[in-house]
């Protein structure tokens, strides 16, 4: 069982995404804006981080940003999972460190595929 952190400022997505991991068998943990994630990512060490971008005090994007030049968490796979759908938000997406990039609304199956992957 993989430990998996959800930063996402909407309780709905939250939700969704924290019963996908769960059915996975795996822990979930919840943030809701970057910077609670990077406090948590700091904290718990997870093993996955599922990222959304448009949050309030500290967006996705600078949050991972700051966890993956951490050194403490810079080997925690990050996925962002966001409305954000433009080739551009995809490619500074990945510069800031992400390992994968979701759009929403959620294909599951692309997730289920994409957390399984990052988790080996």
Same mark, same amino acid.
């Given at each position: 069982?993989?430990?998996?952190?959800?930063?996402?400022?909407?309780p709905t997505q939250l939700a969704s995404l924290k019963r996908i991991?769960?059915?996975?068998?795996?822990?979930?943990?919840?943030?809701?804006?970057?910077?609670?994630?990077?406090?948590?990512?700091?904290?718990?060490?997870?093993?996955?981080?599922?990222?959304?971008?448009?949050?309030?005090?500290?967006?996705?994007?600078?949050?991972?940003?700051?966890?993956?030049? &951490? #050194? /403490? @968490?810079?080997?925690?796979?990050?996925?962002?999972?966001?409305? *954000? &759908? #433009? /080739? @551009?938000?995809?490619?500074?997406?990945?510069?800031?460190?992400? *390992?994968?990039?979701? @759009?929403?609304?959620?294909?599951?199956?692309?997730?289920?595929?994409a957390i399984q992957q990052h988790l080996g």
């Amino acid at each position: 069982m993989a430990k998996v952190l959800i930063v996402d400022d909407s309780p709905t997505q939250l939700a969704s995404l924290k019963r996908i991991v769960e059915r996975l068998g795996h822990e979930a943990i919840t943030a809701e804006d970057g910077a609670a994630g990077v406090d948590l990512a700091r904290r718990e060490r997870p093993d996955l981080i599922l990222m959304d971008v448009v949050m309030p005090n500290l967006n996705g994007f600078q949050a991972t940003r700051q966890i993956s030049r &951490d #050194q /403490e @968490t810079s080997h925690i796979p990050i996925i962002l999972v966001t409305t *954000k &759908d #433009q /080739e @551009t938000d995809r490619v500074w997406g990945l510069r800031q460190g992400a *390992k994968g990039y979701i @759009t929403k609304p959620i294909d599951e199956k692309e997730l289920v595929k994409a957390i399984q992957q990052h988790l080996g």
